[in-house]
C-alpha cells in the first residue's frame, strides 16, 4: 500500500526489549530495508536503517511535537540528529561519523537484531499492509520475555519526544500521533471549554488564567461528554478520567479507567487503574496485575514500575499469611502511600507494624518505634520509641541502632550520651548501614563522641 505523506510504520520498543535484542544471537543473517522505523519508547529520537551489501546506513531522527515516524526530517515535525554509515560492525564506529558514538551504538546493534528478530516473526511482509499513520508493531519485553504484537489508535503507546519552551515554561511533549492530536485538540476544545489546543499535551501546565471567570475550571458540556462515553469514544474516555483525576474524584476516575483497561487495553489507563487500585483500594495484587498489563501493553509508567509492583503484591500476601518481616514491609509501605488524610490507612499501617514487633521480629520493633516516633497511626510517644529503639538494637539491628544513635545524639553536651551515639554508629556502619557510615564521618569530622580523625 502507499505510505501517506512518506511515513514508515513505527516500531515501537520498550527499553527492556532492547535489553533482550541486544543479547539475541541468529544462525541466520538476512538484513533487509523494510519499510519501518524503530521507535524506542523512553527515547526522544528513532531510527531509520538502510541495508546495502555490507554495509549498513543508520540514521537518527528527533521526533517533534506531533506528527508520525517519517524521513522527511525537519519539515515533517523532525529533526535530524546523527547518522551512521559503514560496515555492519558496531565497532567502527567513530566519532568521525557521530557526535558521540556510545550513545547510538546500542541502537546500532539493537536495530540490527530488531530487523532480523521481525523476519524471525514473520512480520516482515506485514510491515507493508499496516497503516503507518494509524497502526504500529509494539514489542515488549516483561520479566524478560520478549512479546510482539500489532497496535493501532490510542493502543500505541506513549512516545518520548522532544522538549520545547513555550510562554517562558519548559515543556516535553508525548504520545506524537498527528491523527490524535487534532482530534484531541478540537474534542477538548469543544467538549471541555479549554481555551488553549496545547493544553490537551500538559493539562497541568496550560489552563485558565487565574482572573478567569470559572476560576480555572473547566467548562465542560457534561451531556454531550457523556454521550461520547456511552459511544465507546476512547478519547473522551481518557480525558474524561483525567479530568477527575485532577478533581480528586478518584472514584469516577477509577470506572472509567476500569473501562478503558479492560474492554480497549489502553495502556495508559491500566497504569492509572492500577495505581487507583493501590491509592484508594490498597489492593496490591490488582494493582501489579494491572501495572504488569500496561508494561505488556508499552506504557512507560507501567514498564519502569512493575517489577516493584509484583513485589509489593508479594509482600502483602505474606503479611497477610502472618510473616512478621512482611508484615513490617507493608506496614511500612501502606504508611507510604497513604495520604495524610487516610486515617484509616495509617493506623492500619501501625496496626501491621504492631503484629511484627509482637512476633519480635527486629525489622517490625524498628518499624513500631518509628510509629511512636513519628505519630504513625498513634499519638507520638518518645520513651516508647526509645524503648524499642534499644530492644532492636540489642537484637542487633542496624537500623534501630541508628536510630538509638541519632536520639543519644540529641544531647551534645552530655559526653557520654554523644560517646554511646558515636559507638552505636560505628557498630550499625559495621553492619553496612549507609546512613550511620555517613553519620560515623560526621563524629569524627566534628568530635562527636570520638576523638577528630
Not at 557526535?99 to 523476519?119: I, K, V
Request: net charge negative; glycine share 8%; hydrophobic share 35%.
Amino acid at each position: 500500500m502507499s505510505k501517506k505523506n512518506n511515513y514508515l510504520l513505527p516500531v515501537f520498543v520498550t527499553g527492556e526489549a532492547i535489553e533482550e535484542l541486544k543479547k539475541m544471537t541468529f544462525e541466520k543473517h538476512n538484513f533487509l530495508t523494510m519499510n519501518y522505523t524503530f521507535e524506542p519508547i523512553s527515547f526522544p529520537y528513532y531510527f531509520y536503517f538502510k541495508y546495502t551489501k555490507n554495509k549498513i546506513k543508520m540514521s537518527a531522527f528527533m521526533r517533534g511535537s506531533s506528527g508520525t515516524a517519517n524521513l522527511s526530517g525537519a519539515g515533517e515535525g523532525y529533526a535530524f540528529a546523527a547518522r551512521y554509515d559503514g560496515e555492519i560492525n558496531a565497532e567502527n564506529m567513530t566519532g568521525k561519523t557521530m557526535s558521540d558514538p556510545r550513545n547510538y551504538e546500542p541502537m546500532f546493534n539493537a536495530g540490527n537484531n530488531l530487523n532480523l528478530y521481525l523476519q524471525r516473526e514473520g512480520l516482515d511482509k506485514k510491515i507493508d499492509e499496516l497503516d503507518p499513520e494509524h497502526c504500529g508493531i509494539l514489542i515488549t519485553a516483561v520479566n524478560g520475555r520478549l512479546a510482539v504484537k500489532t497496535v493501532e489508535g490510542y493502543r500505541r503507546p506513549e512516545l518520548s519526544c522532544v522538549e520545547f519552551s513555550l510562554f517562558g515554561m519548559s515543556v516535553i511533549t508525548a504520545r506524537a500521533y498527528a491523527d490524535e492530536f487534532m482530534e484531541n485538540s478540537l474534542m477538548a476544545a469543544n467538549l471541555f471549554g479549554e481555551k488553549n489546543q496545547v493544553s490537551v499535551l500538559m493539562p497541568h501546565v496550560f489552563g485558565f488564567d487565574e482572573d478567569d471567570e470559572d476560576d480555572g475550571e473547566y467548562r465542560i458540556k457534561t451531556d454531550e461528554i457523556m454521550k461520547e462515553v456511552e459511544a465507546g469514544n476512547i478519547g473522551v474516555m481518557l480525558k474524561l478520567a483525567q479530568y477527575y483525576m485532577d478533581k480528586k474524584d478518584d472514584n469516577r476516575a477509577f470506572e472509567l479507567y476500569r473501562t478503558l483497561s479492560e474492554k480497549h487495553d489502553i495502556g495508559s489507563a491500566q497504569y492509572n487503574l492500577g495505581a487507583l487500585y493501590l491509592s484508594i483500594k490498597r489492593d496490591f495484587e490488582k494493582a501489579a496485575y494491572w501495572i504488569t498489563r500496561a508494561a505488556e501493553n508499552g506504557d512507560i509508567n507501567g514498564t519502569s514500575s512493575y517489577e516493584t509492583m509484583q513485589e509489593a503484591a508479594k509482600i502483602q500476601k505474606g503479611a497477610e499469611t502472618g510473616n512478621a518481616e512482611m508484615q513490617a514491609k507493608y506496614s511500612a509501605m501502606l504508611y507510604n502511600i497513604c495520604k495524610n488524610t487516610d486515617e484509616d490507612g495509617i493506623k492500619e499501617s501501625f496496626e501491621w507494624a504492631k503484629r511484627s514487633a509482637d512476633q519480635n521480629c527486629p525489622e517490625g520493633i524498628c518499624t513500631l518505634a518509628l510509629c511512636y516516633s513519628k505519630g504513625r497511626g498513634v499519638d507520638i510517644d518518645e520513651e516508647k520509641a526509645k524503648e524499642l529503639f534499644e530492644k532492636g538494637a540489642e537484637m542487633g539491628h542496624a537500623a534501630s541502632m541508628t536510630n538509638l544513635a541519632a536520639i543519644y545524639g540529641q544531647d551534645e553536651d552530655n559526653k557520654e550520651r554523644m560517646k554511646r551515639s558515636f559507638e552505636l554508629f560505628q557498630k550499625a556502619a559495621g553492619l553496612g548501614n549507609g546512613f550511620a557510615m555517613r553519620n560515623l564521618g560526621y563524629c569524627y569530622q566534628y568530635e562527636k563522641g570520638t576523638e577528630y580523625d
